[in-house]
């Protein structure tokens, strides 16, 4: 099957809660979300979503997405949907970079797989592993007791893994640290994320003065040696996120010991091609893996649970539902959490249908 037409449709995903905040005072209020529809030369048609956080999280922001498309999609035309890896260094030779680009029309094409297939995307990703797998629920950047209170609400939707959004003024976060680990359950994991907001010497202040509780520390600061640098000073489970961007990374963390648990985005990989090698490698290498992508809706919540679903049960720390922050929902057939929980689709492909009225007119095509 050879690729027909790509189509690009833009998608305002406004949050439940009203925003959502994390380090230096970033909070987006409205997610800007494009969904990529590839078309194959037999009529089918596969989805894929991209949703960089804002402009200020990664090197990606929304209408870089879809202008970078519009860039590559001419020079697709007629590539063959199925040959992933061949389809993948194609993008890679028409734009150097800009992996997030790339991933919602590579995940198009794994749900073009699917279909023509007749098989769930986790069948084809591995296989499924248990008949669900864990959620991790984050706490948007609120004042200590605030937090704390999240906590109690998202425990009752039956959420257990915490990640609460630190890397603001050591002492405040030292203080959001202690109220919510002290509302922790048994059977409860608190991981204090950072999103690189700390310098190393806030960061070393801050797992010093926690360092008699029971937390996960995600990437305290900017760069890997920084990163480095505070891991050789703590106890603490140690999270690597934002500079995970390629194998070697991996690699070269597993040689230092550099973290327990690594985050797969998808699309800071470049789709799901990508994101598996990652996984599969972090699984062999025996590092844990969060699997999820920097934000998204109903698509992307479905890429991520066949990753999620088809990732070892020993090598999956937790997991993300996005499409349960956001008030629209984009397609139908994507997985809604249960008790804490999801579970990927057994329909063929991704197992969504797109909302043809939720999503309008595409910005554009290309054929």
């Known amino acids: 099957m050879k690729i027909r037409s790509i189509k690009a449709y833009q998608v305002d995903l406004p949050l439940h809660e009203g925003s959502y905040a994390w380090s230096g005072g970033k909070s987006v209020d409205v997610f800007d979300s494009t969904i990529v529809c590839v078309e194959g030369d037999d009529g089918s048609v596969g989805y894929g979503e991209v949703c960089p956080l ?24 007629g590539a063959e949907v199925f040959e992933l890896d061949v389809l993948n260094r194609r993008m890679d030779a028409l734009m150097k970079g800009h992996p997030y680009v790339k991933s919602a029309i590579d995940i198009a094409c794994w749900d073009l797989l699917g279909k023509s297939t007749g098989l769930p995307v986790c069948t084809l990703l591995g296989g499924r592993y248990g008949e669900d797998f864990v959620l991790y629920r984050a706490i948007s950047q609120e004042s200590p007791e605030a937090m704390a209170e999240r906590v109690a609400g998202y425990r ?13 003024n050591p002492d405040v976060d030292i203080e959001r640290i202690r109220a919510v680990a002290a509302v922790m359950e048994t059977g409860d994991k608190l991981i204090a994320d950072a999103n690189t907001g700390w310098q190393v010497h806030e960061a070393l ?3 010093r003065a926690v360092q008699d509780i029971d937390v996960y520390i995600e990437q305290p600061c900017a760069t890997y040696e920084e990163c480095l640098a505070v891991r050789r000073k703590t106890t603490h489970p140690f999270v690597l996120d934002e500079i995970v961007d390629g194998l070697d990374v991996l690699v070269r963390g597993r040689a230092d010991l550099a973290m327990d648990v690594v985050n797969i985005k998808i699309g800071k990989f470049g789709g799901l091609t990508k994101a598996r090698r990652a996984r599969d490698l972090c699984a062999d290498l025996g590092i844990a893996m969060t699997i999820e992508d920097s934000w998204g809706g109903d698509v992307t919540t479905a890429a991520i649970a066949h990753l999620a679903h088809s990732t070892p049960t ?12 956001v008030t629209v929902s984009t397609a139908e057939g994507a997985p809604q959490r249960k008790n804490g929980r999801l579970a990927a689709s057994t329909a063929p492909g991704l197992g969504i249908e797109p909302r043809m009225d939720v999503l309008g007119e595409p910005e554009f095509v290309i054929s």
């Open 156 to 168: 009752a939707e039956g959420y257990r893994r915490f990640q609460l959004k630190v890397g603001g």
């Open 205 to 207: 202040r801050v797992v």
């Open 314 to 325: 020993d090598s999956l720390f937790t997991s993300t539902d996005f499409n349960s922050y």
């Open 54 to 77: 804002g402009p200020a999280y990664l090197p990606a922001y929304a209408k870089g997405a879809r202008a970078g498309i519009r860039e590559i999609a001419p020079d697709l035309i």
